[in-house]
């Protein structure tokens, strides 16, 4: 596939090429409120006066087209096959970031073959200088193609909530990361806490049992860091069945709140 | 008291009713002399089949047999008897589903007879029937109860091992490789041969919904490096080391149960505290 971009990246191609930084959102289990957090996320970032982009990497069963409302005519299907250039699949979302939505049901991209791994590539190579961040959001699980979309990444936030399942999927997440990518610092945020504490209590827990039984193949266990938590809130079912964004909706809500305090740590942190 | 006397009526009622209705609706839905069963009955009768003891012709429970006996055939491979590959794919992908709900360790093995075309040639079709019979009974005669042998077509074989750790599984294959190439095949005119196969191996990716073309690609590309390697050998692809224990699961959920303490300003802090 080609990517082809209207305009040259760098007009001067003296001037040194500011790169991205590149964050994977990912959780093992689905329905933790993964894409929700990383459209408020990025939303958030923005507000701080970033560029961001949403590259939706879960092609098996997208749904940042759901959260957002947003049913564009083109999507990252289409540069896939060839119809469209990878500028016109770039739109601007409501939360004054940009998105690159892989389009509902691709259910033939949900298989990792080498031509899906050259298009994500390409794809990702070509937006990189275009903006300061991009978050990656996968789909759930630990399939082939999510495993690869993180790896396209400096970082990761691994979302879990307070269930077992939850927290079990995102334990198996980790110790993958370990042992296939040699992830050896990663960012945990919880999401759907009902008491504030818990959030923190479970990352220092997953922190004990990632040290005792994980050793990445540098023998180091990943260090996790806990970036923060998202409140039970009902202002986020709210704006999930208004199809908005929380922090357009409610940007003083609890959980809003925790959304930013998560990008204001995000940023804190150094890069890598 | 009321429902005593209910739960007695039940009772005889759920007692009386099958005796009395089965024959009824056996005699309405399955009058057995309007099927034409001759063919199903001589291929059953080929394979050999044994018609049930102590049950009628024609009964419901004799139909039953012969449609259990049908199934039995049309998913076993006639030379070997071994599974053939219809049960083979329903298998895979039942155990690829129970791998990623469950996350325990599976292997896939394939196994290829090496050279065999020479042994065909050499010796005729007959003697390579021999020499496939054989080989399935070793790669049989290798596993537990619980695994899947199968005849995938020709002189390939696979095997479905659920609840394999990494270590077994290396000892299995190497096992079933010495005990072919220690077992001579006598074929027509007295003759022994001495055979070898080559086996590659995978894992399935525990924790990660995959599918079975793909679990079968990575055995397959160990088979490939067994014969590239020199034949005679196995190889197998180790899987990355992500089971979730029970003893990990219990630490992990201690969690729950302990909320801290010592937890003091809640969200909006704005500061990057905790580094673990």
Redesign the interface.
């Known amino acids: 596939m080609m990517v082809t971009m209207s305009a040259p990246a760098t007009a001067n191609p003296t001037a040194p090429v500011r790169l991205a930084r590149t964050v994977a959102i990912t959780s093992g289990k689905g329905g933790v409120g993964k894409t929700f957090f990383s459209a408020n996320l990025a939303a958030a970032l923005s507000r701080q006066g970033l560029k961001v982009l949403v590259l939706d990497a879960d092609l098996g069963l997208a749904n940042l087209d759901v959260v957002l409302n947003l049913y564009p005519k083109i999507t990252l299907h289409d540069v896939f096959t060839g119809k469209a250039e990878l500028d016109e699949a770039i739109l601007p979302a409501p939360g004054g970031f940009s998105v690159l939505l892989a389009g509902s049901g691709l259910v033939e991209y949900s298989r990792l073959t080498p031509e899906v791994r050259d298009q994500l590539v390409s794809i990702f190579e070509a937006v990189k200088p275009r903006f300061d961040v991009i978050l990656i959001d996968t789909g759930a699980g630990i399939s082939d193609v999510v495993l690869y979309a993180v790896s396209l990444a400096h970082e990761v936030i691994v979302v879990a909530t307070p269930e077992p399942t939850s927290m079990t999927d995102a334990y198996a997440t980790i110790k993958v990361l370990s042992a296939q990518q040699g992830r050896e610092a990663l960012h945990v945020v919880v999401n759907q806490v009902g008491r504030s504490g818990d959030g923190r209590t479970i990352c220092h827990q997953l922190q004990q049992v990632v040290e005792r039984f994980v050793q990445g193949p540098s023998g180091v266990p990943p260090k996790l860091t806990h970036l923060g938590d998202i409140p039970l809130d009902s202002s986020v079912r709210e704006a999930v069945q208004k199809r908005q964004l929380l922090m357009e909706l409610h940007p003083g809500s609890a959980a809003a709140q925790g959304v930013v305090q998560v990008a204001t740590r995000l940023l804190a942190r150094a890069q890598g | 008291m009321k429902w005593v006397a209910a739960a007695r009526l039940v009772f005889i009622s759920r007692q009386k009713r099958p005796a009395r209705k089965e024959p009824a609706i056996a005699a309405e839905l399955v009058p057995p002399q309007d099927l034409r069963l001759d063919l199903a009955l001589s291929l059953l009768g080929q394979a050999g089949w044994v018609p049930p003891q102590e049950v009628a012709t024609g009964s419901a429970a004799w139909l039953q047999a012969v449609i259990d006996g049908l199934c039995d055939v049309s998913s076993r491979d006639a030379l070997t008897g071994l599974a053939n590959r219809r049960q083979f794919e329903a298998a895979i992908a039942r155990e690829v589903d129970r791998v990623?709900r469950v996350?325990e360790p599976a292997l896939l093995l394939v196994a290829d007879i090496d050279h065999f075309k020479k042994v065909n040639d050499t010796w005729g079709h007959a003697a390579g029937d021999e020499v496939i019979k054989s080989v399935a009974k070793c790669l049989q005669d290798c596993v537990r109860p619980m695994d899947l042998v199968a005849r995938l077509g020709g002189e390939e074989f696979a095997i479905i091992l659920p609840n394999c750790p990494p270590a077994f599984g290396q000892t299995v294959s190497e096992r079933i490789r010495l005990k072919v190439a220690m077992q001579p095949v006598a074929v027509i005119g007295g003759q022994n041969l001495s055979v070898t196969v080559s086996i590659g191996g995978a894992f399935a990716?525990?924790?990660?919904?995959?599918?079975s073309t793909?679990w079968c690609e990575r055995a397959d590309q160990q088979l490939y490096r067994a014969k590239a390697e020199g034949r005679n050998l196995t190889c197998l692809e180790m899987p990355?080391?992500?089971v979730?224990?029970a003893e990990?699961?219990g630490?992990?959920?201690?969690?729950?149960g302990?909320?801290?303490a010592d937890?003091d300003s809640?969200?909006?802090?704005?500061?990057?505290?905790?580094?673990?």
């Open positions: 990623a996350g990716q525990q924790w990660v919904r995959s599918s793909l990355p080391l992500t979730v224990s990990e699961k630490l992990l959920f201690g969690a729950l302990t909320p801290s937890f809640g969200l909006g802090d704005g500061l990057p505290t905790i580094t673990e």
